[in-house]
């Protein structure tokens, strides 16, 4: 029951795959997923179910319903006969079909239903899951859609998907003009169609649409027939001039020797004459193209003048400063002239994207898979081991850098070049020359930080400080204080009570700092005093007295404790200290942070060139210095 050569996903109930499709219509944004065949096949017998199966396909003529139904037609012949000569096993025939194309001008589905025998039907089903009458116009847009998917899927390594059956799209020369008619009437609107996802916003010369043409003729070394076409197209569209000047450039290396060197040297002189004067003109009329001059930055590299082309890629920057393409081709140009600091700063500056899959079903799980293999390939033994050969490194496999896809991946290979260049440990002194990682940053932000507090507190605390000498200057000194506790404790006679209250007011600080001086611990006040005061006082004769008096002299000896001086060593070790933070902090300001996603890049770069080492061993003191300066943690 199954094809000979087709591949089949067979169903658990009869058309889910069309139910599924058609839920996942609004879910496609570009050129859509590869057409869909079902098909359902009966043995004729009653009580036996019939079977449904469908597979993926590109190539298929989508121009017409007759085409496609002419495909359907065909695979009544592919049924596979499982009889044999002793035993006659049921027969399998294909009863009706359907097959879908999408339509990425107007985000429909083209839809033609089959009746083996009976009639054909197609109608179109919209992100709604309405139908409608097809026209003449979204056939034309159907068939161009198909077309650029079969040429743009067809190697596209982001793009594998099983059970996918791949046709040549343009099999004679006829074909190939109907291409080329299609591509000229919906030129205008390729930009709906999308872009590759290095470039942010599609436009009328940055397209699928574009691309598909280029590549088509590109490989095949005729890009003549794409040159003649934009030759049509720039009357109505000038932007057009850079694909044409773009395919004149393309003609000139791509010419085939057929006479003399002399008449290929002016063969190929003539071509890129014509692609230097449609630049110019074009140039001078929209100077801000951004793709123009980029056409005219590979001509010059072309050339070997790398010094012009820098002038203008950096113009071509500053026209478009939000495209990623702009700053990678100018990282790609001073990597030739080989400022790889300028380039590692290019590089870093450079906008990513995120990357968008490209559109896909989401069919329901098959209730079995049938994939035939062609004999050759059996015979050569390709897929025993599902291409990974017995040798392989572990840790090769598990490398992250061949997952990385869009604007990563360009990314990813302009370090690879850098690294080819100048080698990997002069690219880690280039960074750590230009760059500041993550981690450095952070503890540098974390130590002025903690600079600005500890100097804000000292400030705070001088406040204070000048706050305690102006409260004391209000008060009584302790000279004072002591004097003032040392007479009230002394014994003295009722009658000198006035007298002492009198000299005491009138006693100065430097009277008794004087008479401390000279070894009297008596007070002696200023004026006249009683000559029976004297003994008693400076005799000194009881313990209570001397006591007293001692008492007096400790308490006018307190003084408010001063700061300590700071030694000439502190202070030269703090301006130092201050001039060494200064310099880190303009250091700081004047270096780039490297961005995180290239820092990722160059883990993915460390563990290609490093492979991880099995934990059991320990890591040689080179490999560690390298894992420090490339991850910024000491191991």
Known sequence: MEFKDVPEFFEVELGECLTARTETLSSFKELGPPDLCQVVKSSGKSGQKDIGSYHYISGVDASTSASLAAYLNSLTYAVEDTSTWFAKAPVWKVRSGSYCCYNAFSRVDMRVDVKIPGGVHAYVIDIRGERHEPTPELWQETYLSAILRAILYADDPNYRLIGYRKLDPITTRESEVRFLQAAEALFQQGWQLGCDPEIQVASIVSNHLTTGIMKYFGDGYRLSQAANLFEKLLVRTPDVAALLAKSYMGMSACLVFTGSIDQLLIHELDEEVKAVQILSQAIRDSPQSFILLH????????????????????????????????WAKLTEIYIDLGQYDSALLTLNSCPMFTYNDRDLHRMPTPNRTHLPIKQFIADSQILDNDGVEEDTDPALLRLPAPALRGTFAKAYELLCRLVSDIGW?????????VFVMEEEYRNQKAQLIAEAMEKDMKGKRADQDDDDENDNDDDTGPELVGESLATAKQPRAPDADDDDAS???????????SSMADGDLSVQPPGDGDDDEEPRSAQGGTTNGTKKNGFAQGMSNINKPTKAAASDADEGEDQDRRREVSGEANTLNSTRLCERWLDNMFMCLYEVRFPPIPAT???HPSNSALLALTTGFVT
């Open 295 to 326: 056409v005219q930055c590979d001509f010059l590299r072309q050339k070997e003048q790398f010094e012009w082309a820098l002038k203008i890629a950096q113009q071509a920057v500053n026209c478009a400063p939000s495209e990623f393409v702009t």
């Open 425 to 433: 440990d002069e690219l880690l002194k280039t960074r750590s020359a």
């Open 503 to 513: 000299t005491r007011g009138m006693m100065s600080p430097s009277a008794q700092s």
């Open 617 to 619: 061993r320990h890591l």
